[in-house]
Structure formats: C-alpha cells, structure tokens
C-alpha cells in the first residue's frame, strides 16, 4: 500500500472515531468540518466540553494509557503541573473523562453514536412542515373498501395497502405511481401486510389464511398458509430464525418455517394460545412478545424462543395473574394481610412451575389507563419503538366513549432511575386522549423510524405527537411523573375516519388511509 493511500486510511479511520465537536447536547454537525485535522487538533477541541465527573473516573495508574495517542492531545489544555507525577495523573483525568464521555453517547444506542441523535432538529423541522402532497392526495381506493392497512418495503420503494373488500394496492411512493392491484387477493377483508425482505411479503385476512407474494411475480401468490381458526389479524418475523409469527382472533399465535415453504404451504406448529386476543408484536430483537387483549391485558413473554410451543392460556389463569400497573411502575391495587402478592416476580409464571420453556417466562399486566382507573379497557392497537425502549398502545374504554394513546417504557436494565417496588416490566411514561371517532374501528399508529414521534388517526385527519416540544429521544425525556406527549402537528385531508398512519423507512414521508378507502401521502413543504 502507497503511503498517500495508508494516509487517506488514517484520515477516514480518523474521521469515522471522532466525536461531536460541540457541546454534549444534541446539535447539527458543521458541514464545513475539515475531516483531515489531525488527531492532536481534535483532542483539543474535545477535551474543553468534556464533563469533569469525579464518580464516572474509573482508578487508574499513573502509568496506564487511558486513549493511546488521543489521550496526548489533551495535554494542552491540562491544568497546570507542578511535577512529572501530577501531569501524567492530570492527562490520565482527562483521558479518563473522554472516555467516559464518549461511553456515555453510546448508552442505550447500540455501539455507535446513532446519526440521527446530532441531525434530529433538521429531520424535526422537515416532519412539522409535513402536508399532504399534492399529486398523492387524490390516492383513492374508493372501489377497494376501508384501508385497514399501509406498509412500506424495507427500502421504501413500494408502499402496499390492506384493503377492506379483498384487495391489495402496490403504489411507488415516490411518483405516486400505482403499480399494481392484486385481485382477489384473499376471500375476504385483508386485515395486516408484513414485509420478509425487499421482495417477499405476507398478508392476512378474515378468511382466516396467510398468503406470501413475491414483488417479482406478482401474478399469482407464492404459497398460502392455512392453520388459523379465526380471523388473522397481524404478522410478525423473527430475522433470526426465519419464522413467520402470527395471531388471529381464535386466539392462537402460529409459528411458520419460511427456511422450508413449498407451493403447499410451510410447517408450522402452534407457540401460544389465550383468549380475547388482539394484537401480538414482537420487539426489534426478537427477545420479547407482546401480546394485548380485548380484556385489557398485556402479556409479556422474555427471553422469547418461539422454537418451544406453550401451552397456557386460561382466562382463570390471567385474572389469577392480573397486575394493575401505576405510573410509577407499581402495582395500584390495594391488598389485604390474606391476598398474595401481586407484584413483578408474582405476575410473572416461572416456567418451572408451569412446565415451560426455561427462557420463556409469561408476565401478565394491566396497563394503567388514564381516566380509566376504575373502568375496563380494551388495548386494540400496539406498537413497539424502533429502538425497543418503549411499547406503544390505543385503547378504548369498554364503554367506547374515550380514546386514549400511552406509551409504556420497558424498565429492564434501564439506569435512568431508581427500581421501584414492586417492580414491573413497563411504567406508564407518556399519554394523550383521542377523539373518540370512528366507534368501534382499530385505529392502527405507529412510530417514526427514529422513534421521536408518533402518528396517531385523529378524527378525520392525523396528530404528530413528540415526547417533548423539542423531539427528543425518549430516554433524554423520561418524565419523573407520567405527563401528556405533545401536539406538534394535526394535519386534516380525509373526509373519514382515519384508521392506520404509517411513515417511510427511508424518506421523510407519511401515509394515511381512511374508513372510505383514500390513501393520502404527505411530504415536507418548503
């Protein structure tokens, strides 16, 4: 290798390590940053905002390297030394809060500081500008029935829409181009679509049947899936093992070995099974399932391994196992001398009692519902954040006279806060009332892909909701009391009820479909 390419290895390697230059608040980096500034320039940038913490500092001797060469740089603006002793134990100080400083942009975020933490603002000003694009708002499926609905590719070139009289729509996002429409799809209401990959995708319906299709032929589908009872409501996959997951109102969650799939169909073999189910997700390491029910529970499996089949689910067993949740992440029950308790370690069933899975255990909660302490509810909608830090859940009251969208912060490993006791999975940290329009209809909101904000149906139109007036990330946001989400934007372009939101993995776009079949698309307007 040339020395000028070794150089230009360097620099790149340089610029890939380098932390944000400003502040340890989230800030816009400066485009006009010379990525070729040597090693020693930006130590010295650095070490300036770097917070002198005396607790994060972990013992060190005076002779051990802290950063290697990074930790030199910091040597300019080291405090004044009186000895050989006292500046090396100086740089080793500043060393040692650099790299904490730098450990502590990545936690909770993966290995690597996440992008958009430092670009948020201009992806926050792009989403409050959002409307509805002019040439794609006239997207109507009017013949096709209610959208119940929108699902983009992984790579957001196509975008497939769930439609109420046995249909499925392909349209490019992009050009609003309608690509294709799959006839007669299923036999009856087409109810969730679950993309595999860029090419293969799933779907579901009333006719209690899962059809996989290939965009690459789409003339005919590549197999269907029969074993459901019941309507099948929603599909999940496990990237791990490869296993197609989904639930129906027969109260079965079915497992499917897409590895072996033929034109007949694929294997598959029944995980779960309980009563008044009504959504089933899983979360984006496939660790955990949720399930929620029309009885206002919310089941919780850890340590998920949908390679072992569970056979548990009595409504005896989950009114046994109930555990009202307060926002505090206790339990808001009152108990008495005789009743046992009911906290985290009560609510959830140990496999070794109840013959299961070693790594599957059932947690059984009640989610609080603000306004709807005394009152049953029903969870008809449920979503995971992108990052798996939260669920997200819209539930009605049994009454259907209120609407309400909560978020739930998973409370495992979280350092945010002291555990409390008894503990619980999930704390109530967020919450908004909705319009209660639309009776009786699933309202499905959503996430964007960076998790700040939430789509919700409104009405006839959709609400941007953001943990803070700021967009910030929900563990920058976390409230010490449970406090409403804020309006950042409403947006009304349907002449009906709005039932499923869904944004672009790749663009900063949305969608919207309505009761009356119209899909609206809306881009930042400048």
């Given at each position: 290798?040339?020395?000028?390419?070794?150089?230009?290895?360097?620099d790149?390697?340089?610029?890939?390590?380098?932390?944000?230059t400003?502040s340890?608040?989230?800030k816009?980096?400066?485009?006009?940053?010379?990525?070729?500034?040597?090693?020693e320039?930006?130590?010295?940038?650095?070490c300036?905002?770097?917070?002198?913490?005396?607790?994060?500092?972990p013992?060190?001797?005076?002779?051990?390297p802290?950063?290697?060469?990074?930790?030199?740089?910091?040597?300019?603006?080291?405090?004044?030394?009186?000895g050989?002793?006292e500046?090396?134990s100086?740089?080793?100080?500043?060393?040692?809060?650099?790299?904490?400083?730098?450990?502590?942009?990545?936690?909770?975020r993966?290995?690597?500081?996440?992008?958009?933490?430092?670009?948020?603002r201009t992806?926050?000003?792009?989403?409050?500008?959002?409307n509805?694009?002019?040439?794609?708002?006239n997207?109507?499926?009017q013949?096709?029935?209610?959208?119940?609905?929108?699902?983009?590719?992984?790579?957001g070139?196509?975008?497939t829409?769930?439609?109420?009289?046995?249909?499925?729509?392909?349209?490019?996002?992009?050009s609003?181009?309608h690509?294709?429409?799959l006839?007669?799809?299923?036999?009856?209401?087409?109810?969730?679509?679950?993309?595999?990959?860029?090419?293969?995708?799933?779907?579901?319906?009333?006719?209690t049947?899962?059809?996989l299709w290939?965009l690459?032929?789409?003339?005919?589908?590549?197999?269907?899936?029969?074993?459901?009872?019941?309507?099948?409501?929603?599909?999940?996959?496990?990237?791990?093992?490869?296993?197609?997951?989904?639930?129906g109102?027969?109260g079965?969650?079915?497992?499917?070995d897409?590895?072996?799939f033929?034109?007949?169909?694929?294997?598959?073999?029944k995980f779960?099974?309980?009563?008044?189910?009504?959504?089933?997700?899983?979360?984006p390491?496939?660790?955990?399932?949720?399930?929620?029910?029309?009885s206002?529970?919310?089941?919780?499996?850890?340590?998920?391994?949908?390679t072992?089949?569970?056979?548990?689910?009595s409504?005896?067993?989950?009114?046994?196992r109930?555990?009202?949740?307060?926002?505090?992440?206790g339990?808001?029950?009152?108990r008495?001398?005789?009743?046992?308790?009911?906290?985290?370690?009560?609510s959830?069933i140990?496999p070794?009692?109840?013959?299961?899975?070693?790594?599957?255990?059932?947690?059984?909660?009640?989610?609080?519902?603000?306004?709807?302490?005394?009152?049953?509810?029903?969870?008809t909608?449920?979503?995971l954040?992108?990052?798996?830090?939260?669920?997200?859940?819209?539930?009605?009251?049994n009454?259907?006279?209120?609407?309400?969208?909560?978020?739930?912060?998973?409370?495992e490993?979280?350092?945010?806060?002291?555990?409390?006791?008894?503990?619980?999975s999930?704390?109530?940290t967020?919450y908004?009332?909705?319009a209660?329009?639309?009776?009786g209809?699933?309202?499905?909101l959503?996430?964007s892909?960076?998790?700040?904000?939430?789509?919700?149906?409104?009405?006839?139109?959709i609400r941007?909701?953001?943990?803070?007036?700021?967009?910030g990330?929900?563990?920058?946001?976390?409230?010490?009391?449970t406090?409403c989400?804020?309006e950042?934007r409403?947006?009304?372009?349907?002449s009906?009820?709005v039932?499923?939101?869904?944004?672009?993995?790749?663009?900063?776009?949305l969608a919207?479909g309505?009761?009356?079949g119209?899909?609206?698309?809306?881009?930042p307007?400048?």
């Amino acid at each position: 290798m040339s020395s000028e390419h070794q150089s230009d290895s360097e620099d790149a390697d340089e610029s890939q390590d380098r932390p944000n230059t400003g502040s340890v608040s989230d800030k816009e980096e400066d485009p006009e940053i010379d990525e070729s500034d040597d090693e020693e320039d930006v130590a010295q940038r650095v070490c300036p905002s770097i917070p002198e913490s005396s607790e994060d500092r972990p013992e060190r001797s005076a002779g051990s390297p802290v950063l290697g060469e990074g930790e030199a740089g910091c040597q300019p603006v080291a405090a004044p030394q009186t000895g050989s002793g006292e500046s090396s134990s100086s740089d080793n100080v500043r060393g040692s809060s650099l790299f904490s400083w730098l450990q502590s942009r990545t936690i909770r975020r993966g290995l690597f500081v996440d992008p958009a933490r430092d670009n948020f603002r201009t992806m926050t000003s792009l989403y409050c500008s959002m409307n509805p694009a002019v040439e794609s708002v006239n997207l109507s499926t009017q013949t096709h029935g209610a959208v119940f609905n929108l699902e983009y590719s992984p790579d957001g070139s196509v975008l497939t829409v769930a439609c109420e009289q046995t249909e499925v729509l392909l349209f490019d996002p992009i050009s609003s181009r309608h690509i294709k429409t799959l006839t007669e799809a299923h036999e009856d209401c087409v109810n969730n679509i679950r993309f595999l990959d860029n090419r293969l995708f799933a779907t579901c319906s009333d006719d209690t049947t899962i059809a996989l299709w290939d965009l690459r032929k789409l003339n005919s589908k590549v197999c269907s899936l029969h074993g459901h009872a019941s309507w099948v409501k929603n599909i999940e996959y496990d990237t791990n093992t490869r296993l197609l997951v989904t639930s129906g109102f027969d109260g079965n969650v079915i497992t499917w070995d897409t590895n072996r799939f033929t034109e007949d169909g694929c294997p598959h073999k029944k995980f779960f099974h309980t009563r008044y189910l009504m959504r089933m997700r899983l979360t984006p390491d496939c660790s955990k399932m949720l399930i929620s029910t029309s009885s206002g529970y919310l089941l919780i499996l850890h340590d998920l391994d949908l390679t072992q089949s569970l056979e548990v689910g009595s409504y005896r067993m989950l009114r046994a196992r109930r555990t009202p949740l307060s926002s505090d992440g206790g339990t808001s029950a009152s108990r008495s001398a005789g009743t046992p308790r009911q906290g985290n370690d009560s609510s959830k069933i140990h496999p070794h009692r109840e013959g299961l899975s070693p790594r599957n255990s059932l947690e059984v909660l009640t989610p609080e519902i603000p306004g709807e302490r005394d009152r049953g509810n029903c969870i008809t909608s449920l979503q995971l954040h992108p990052k798996g830090w939260a669920t997200l859940i819209r539930c009605s009251s049994n009454m259907d006279d209120q609407e309400w969208t909560c978020v739930y912060e998973f409370q495992e490993g979280a350092p945010t806060r002291p555990l409390v006791s008894p503990r619980c999975s999930l704390r109530l940290t967020h919450y908004i009332e909705e319009a209660n329009v639309g009776r009786g209809y699933i309202k499905e909101l959503c996430f964007s892909p960076d998790g700040r904000l939430i789509c919700s149906p409104y009405g006839y139109g959709i609400r941007l909701l953001a943990f803070d007036e700021h967009c910030g990330e929900l563990t920058d946001c976390l409230p010490v009391q449970t406090s409403c989400l804020r309006e950042i934007r409403s947006i009304y372009s349907h002449s009906d009820v709005v039932l499923t939101t869904k944004f672009s993995p790749t663009h900063c776009q949305l969608a919207s479909g309505c009761l009356s079949g119209r899909v609206a698309l809306y881009q930042p307007k400048f």
